[in-house]
C-alpha cells in the first residue's frame, strides 16, 4: 500500500536549521506532487510548500519564502524540506502528502499523508 514517512523533526535553538523527509513506497512517485503541511495544536493544516512531480517547479507560503527550500528526488523517492534561520513561532508538527495533482494547496486536495514529524524551536 502507499505509505509516506516523514522524518527528521527534533528540537533545534532558534536560528538554525534542519531538514525533513518524506520517503514515499507503493507509488509511481514521479507522479505526485508533494507538498509539506503544518498543524499546531487545536488548528487546521497550514500550507508550507509543494513540488512538482519533475522538481523543477516549487511554490512556498508567503511567509517562509527565502528561508525554506522544498527538493525532491525521484531516485530516492524521497522530498526534502530544509529550514534555515528557523524562528520560535514555526514549532509545529509537520506532515508531506501526495497528490497526482500540482499546484494544490489546500490539505483536501491531497490523496495520501505522512504520520507527521514534529519541529520544536527554542528561543
Known amino acids: 500500500q502507499v505509505q509516506l514517512v516523514d522524518s527528521g523533526g527534533g528540537l533545534v535553538q532558534a536560528g538554525g536549521s534542519l531538514r525533513l523527509s518524506c520517503a514515499a513506497s507503493g507509488l509511481t512517485f514521479s507522479y505526485y506532487a508533494i507538498g509539506w503541511f503544518r498543524q499546531a495544536p487545536g488548528k487546521e493544516l497550514e500550507f508550507v510548500a509543494d513540488?512538482?512531480?519533475?522538481?523543477?517547479?516549487?511554490y512556498y507560503a508567503n511567509a517562509e519564502n527565502g528561508r525554506f527550500t522544498i527538493s525532491r528526488d525521484n531516485a530516492k523517492n524521497t522530498v526534502y524540506l530544509q529550514m534555515n534561520r528557523l524562528k520560535p513561532e514555526i514549532t509545529d508538527d509537520y506532515y508531506c502528502?501526495?497528490?497526482?495533482?500540482?499546484?494544490?494547496?489546500?490539505?483536501?486536495?491531497?490523496?495520501?499523508w505522512g504520520q507527521g514529524t514534529q519541529v520544536t524551536v527554542s528561543t
Open positions: 513540488v512538482n512531480w519533475g522538481g523543477g517547479t516549487t
Open positions: 502528502a501526495g497528490s497526482e495533482w500540482t499546484g494544490k494547496r489546500s490539505s483536501n486536495e491531497y490523496e495520501y
